[in-house]
């Protein structure tokens, strides 16, 4: 049973993963949708090991009901998730920032 916090929280991932593929739109070029759909990769694999360990955390607490399986699962999933495009985000707008930098600086064919 502790897939179906996944399953729940599935559709909620899709749109915060649409989102981060598509914005900024620009640039948008193959270095790019790689280190896109790395991080989305990544984001998903770290909230299905972190869903697993919260399921098996209420699993051996005695004292816990059995719905706080699930609940731990589902509050150790996102924020695995949560965690992984956060970190996600702000390395790409620095690696963007610093690759717009560099382009910016280079001289123009025909300038001195």
Known sequence: ?????????LPWFALLGTLFWLFPRQPRHAARR???AVTLL???VLSIAAMLWGHHIGVVQDDAGPIWRQVLAVLYAYG??????TAAIVLRASWLARRATKAASKPVHGSP
């Open 80 to 85: 695995a998730f949560l965690a992984a495009m």
């Open 34 to 36: 790689l280190f896109d």
């Open 42 to 44: 990544v984001a998903l």
């Open 1 to 9: 049973m502790a897939w179906l916090s996944l399953l729940l929280f």
